[in-house]
Structures are given as structure tokens and as C-alpha cells.
Nanobody, 123 residues
Framework: VVELVESGGGSVQAGGSLRLTCQVT??????MGWFRQATGKEREGVAA???????LYPDSVKGRFTMSLDKAMNAAYLQMNKLEPEDTGVYYC???????????????????WGQGTQVTVTA
């Protein structure tokens, strides 16, 4: 059984940084993505690596967030810089099989999810 566990969330002032970790157990990860959900809003994709090291970000985080993978550690990371209050939410990592690249930021395309970690950015 594959399991995903996020860590690294917390509270930070605007302009600060956080690094989230997603540890995958049970088998080697396949395709990974990071998502977030703010209170009262739908879950949205914030980063994905869809093939090799090709990554994808929405405009809202492009240039501030960077996703990376470590196959040896079977883990994914999300480095978040220049955080803004609008980045507040629960952050989830997710895993899926190979699929078209244009679905990489779609929550519906992922099979396995972590429990989430809270990120709070104060003004």
C-alpha cells in the first residue's frame, strides 16, 4: 500500500519561505504533484513534475515555488519563497501513474494523497 506523508508546514510572515516534504512509502513514486486548498475554495494544483524533470506551475506561484524529487529518498519537495497571505491553506502531495502532461495540475488526475500540512502566511 502506498502512503504519502507531508511535513514542513507552519506559520510564516509574508515574504518568508517554507520547504515542504512529501515522504512516499510502499513503493517507488511515479508522477508527483503538490496541491493546496484554502478554506471555502476548491483544491488547486501548485506544482507538478510530469516527465523527467519537466515541471509545471500556475501563474500564481511561478517564480516563487519550486518542486523537486529525490528518487533515492523516495520523496518530493516544495520550496516556497516570497510567501504571500494568499498562499495560506492546507498543502497536499499526490501521486499518480503516467498521464498527459496537461492534466498534471488537475486534482482529479491523482490517485493517492497525503493527509495535508497547514501553511499560514500572515501579513
Amino acid at each position: 500500500v502506498v502512503e504519502l506523508v507531508e511535513s514542513g508546514g507552519g506559520s510564516v510572515q509574508a515574504g518568508g519561505s517554507l520547504r515542504l516534504t512529501c515522504q512516499v512509502t510502499g513503493r517507488p513514486f511515479r508522477r508527483m504533484g503538490w496541491f493546496r486548498q484554502a478554506t471555502g475554495k476548491e483544491r488547486e494544483g501548485v506544482a507538478a513534475i510530469y516527465i523527467g524533470s519537466s515541471d509545471l506551475y500556475p501563474d500564481s506561484v511561478k517564480g516563487r515555488f519550486t518542486m523537486s524529487l529525490d528518487k533515492a529518498m523516495n520523496a518530493a519537495y516544495l520550496q516556497m519563497n516570497k510567501l504571500e497571505p494568499e498562499d495560506t491553506g492546507v498543502y497536499y502531495c499526490a501521486e499518480r501513474a503516467d498521464a498527459p502532461w496537461y492534466t498534471a495540475l488537475s486534482p482529479a488526475a491523482y490517485e493517492y494523497w497525503g493527509q495535508g500540512t497547514q501553511v499560514t502566511v500572515t501579513a
